[in-house]
């Protein structure tokens, strides 16, 4: 597809659960962001990769939570022992290298919706 | 710390009312200001960079410019379609991969 993909796009969840979520980028986008977002707040950054690494997990709220990109491609957001504030829209998005000025040109996907009951 | 706050939290306009939405930032070593335009259930879609103060970017009814201290982004004769939440983010010093967004600014036009 010509746009980031992202599925599910809801996932309704029980507390204590393990969750993945997976996100398909724009073709040729070697940088891939993971951002979360609760209602009425902006993104939170989570986890940056260039390639298939991890440039940048700072974001990450704790180590419950992992992301791996084993191919430079598709991403999968990984939640273990899921708890009720992991409630949230979780954006996946693409861009050009991390490296030169196009690069906080992020193409976004439409979110995977998370709700932990 | 980085910080973006944006304000109105939410705005209202009559088609045709021009106004502007403010974003404050204290983003040590900023290295570009970025707008988006998010509308409900998708994801945030980009529409200008900013890179140095007096700066400014136009894109059919939509001007951003850019200080020191803050960015504006100015609507002019704002249509209905306009509608939707705009998002400000500041890219800290050492990189783009981490923007830091405002919270947004809830915009309304009604014909």
């Known amino acids: 597809g010509a746009g980031v993909s992202q599925t599910p796009s809801n996932k309704v969840t029980e507390k204590g659960k393990y969750v993945e979520l997976r996100c398909d980028p724009i073709s040729g986008h070697t940088a891939l962001y993971w951002y979360r977002q609760s209602l009425g707040q902006g993104p939170e950054f989570l986890i940056y990769f260039q390639g298939t690494g991890a440039a940048d997990d700072s974001g990450l709220p704790n180590d419950r939570f992992f992301a791996v990109r084993p191919e430079g491609s598709v991403s999968t957001l990984k939640i273990q022992r899921t708890e009720r504030g992991d409630s949230a829209v979780y954006l996946c998005a693409s861009s050009f290298t991390g490296r030169n000025n196009k690069a906080g040109e992020l193409f976004f996907g439409e979110g995977s919706r998370l709700t932990v009951l | 710390e980085d910080q973006v706050t944006q304000s109105p939290e939410a705005l209202r306009l009559q088609e045709g009312e021009s106004s502007s939405l403010n974003c404050s930032y204290t983003?040590?070593?900023?290295?570009?200001l970025f707008w988006y335009r998010q509308d409900p259930g998708k994801g945030p879609e980009f529409l200008f960079t900013?890179?140095?103060a007096g700066e400014e970017k136009e894109k059919e009814r939509l001007k951003a410019t850019l200080t020191k201290k803050e960015s504006f982004l100015h609507i002019t004769a704002p249509k209905p379609e306009d509608s939707a939440t705009y998002l400000c983010a500041g890219a800290p010093g050492g990189g783009y991969n981490k923007l830091i967004f405002g919270a947004g600014t809830r915009l309304a036009v009604h014909p």
């Open positions: 900013l890179y140095s």
């Open positions: 983003v040590s070593g900023l290295r570009g």
